[in-house]
């Protein structure tokens, strides 16, 4: 069996095909096209097509990992506000006519970190992303927890800054607000379209990208602590395309955690990397869904 995994952000749409060893056999990326009308929705039909005609495989499973609360079996986007308009209830298996499974984003990644990545064998993790939003999911016992409604893990809207402004939620002052790519133009004062034009600003020796980079790494800083505090993980993994940034920002993170993480009896939490990068939530889709 093979498994097609897609993974609708909110600036790309990542794509993989993987066999049932967690092997990426193909993988594509495609501009999301969110503002334009239906779009992005008939390039992941596309991707899907182009796949089932390029390579000759039997026993095709789809897995499609996006941003909202999937309904109680997984086949759908039941609720996704303000973003990706048609990505609600919009019925992937009638359209692709395969076996289709639906699952948050963020829970995809970790599907795909504690099964081959940076989760492996961890009982109790946290995978947080960081990119046009911040989303999350938790690992208990090995389990990918979803709650009630299918709604756990949206660590993105903490609440970091009470006088912050809301959030798509109404979460004033979230983490996805303090961090996210979605809010760097009105944190930087309308000076940065981007969190990479910002951190080229900052490798420049821009002391005002460095200063709204910084507190930006501060603040999630205190939110992984906080987690640190509520759920005590063994690792919280980080992914996203935030997360290229590298020593920028795994470096000064370090240092914020070593002020707020509450390190009872000397142990520390590990933070790491996601391995699949920005592809986890397309290869966790993949795999969910075989």
């Known amino acids: 069996m093979r498994s097609i995994g897609i993974d609708i952000g909110g600036t790309r749409i990542k794509s993989v095909l993987i066999d049932q060893d967690g092997n990426v056999l193909h993988h594509v990326y495609t501009p999301t096209q969110d503002g334009k009308e239906r779009a992005w929705q008939q390039t992941v039909i596309n991707i899907v097509e182009e796949i089932k005609s390029g390579f000759d495989v039997k026993d095709l499973v789809v897995g499609i990992s996006a941003p909202g609360l999937p309904n109680e079996i997984n086949t759908r986007i039941a609720y996704m506000p303000g973003?990706?308009?048609?990505?609600?209830?919009?019925?992937?298996?009638?359209?692709?006519?395969?076996?289709?499974?639906?699952?948050?984003?963020?829970?995809?990644?970790?599907?795909?970190?504690?099964?081959?990545?940076?989760?492996?064998?961890?009982?109790?993790?946290?995978?947080?992303?960081?990119?046009?939003?911040?989303?999350?999911?938790?690992?208990?016992?090995?389990?990918?927890?979803?709650?009630?409604?299918?709604?756990?893990?949206?660590?993105?809207?903490?609440?970091?800054?009470?006088?912050?402004?809301?959030?798509?939620?109404?979460?004033?002052?979230?983490?996805?607000?303090?961090?996210?790519?979605?809010?760097?133009?009105?944190?930087?004062?309308?000076?940065?379209?981007?969190?990479?034009?910002?951190?080229?600003?900052?490798?420049?020796?821009?002391?005002?990208?460095?200063?709204?980079?910084?507190?930006?790494?501060?603040?999630?800083?205190?939110?992984?602590?906080?987690?640190?505090?509520?759920?005590?993980?063994?690792v919280i993994v980080l992914g996203g395309g935030i997360t290229e940034a590298g020593a920028d920002l795994f470096d000064p993170l370090g240092e914020y955690m070593a002020l707020y993480e509450w390190r009872a009896g000397g142990h520390k939490t590990e933070i790491v990397k996601a391995i699949f990068g920005d592809l986890a939530g397309a290869v966790g889709a993949a795999f969910y869904a075989m």
């Open 83 to 234: 973003r990706m308009q048609g990505l609600e209830n919009f019925d992937w298996q009638e359209q692709f006519k395969l076996p289709t499974c639906v699952l948050n984003d963020a829970v995809a990644a970790m599907v795909a970190e504690a099964r081959f990545g940076a989760a492996r064998r961890k009982k109790n993790a946290v995978l947080i992303t960081l990119g046009t939003g911040v989303g999350g999911a938790i690992l208990i016992d090995g389990k990918p927890y979803q709650g009630a409604f299918n709604k756990a893990g949206h660590i993105g809207h903490m609440v970091i800054d009470d006088e912050g402004d809301c959030d798509v939620t109404g979460m004033p002052g979230s983490l996805e607000e303090c961090i996210g790519d979605c809010s760097i133009e009105k944190r930087s004062q309308g000076k940065f379209m981007s969190t990479q034009a910002l951190l080229n600003a900052c490798k420049a020796g821009d002391e005002f990208a460095r200063e709204v980079w910084l507190k930006s790494v501060r603040q999630l800083a205190i939110g992984l602590a906080s987690i640190t505090n509520i759920l005590s993980p063994e």
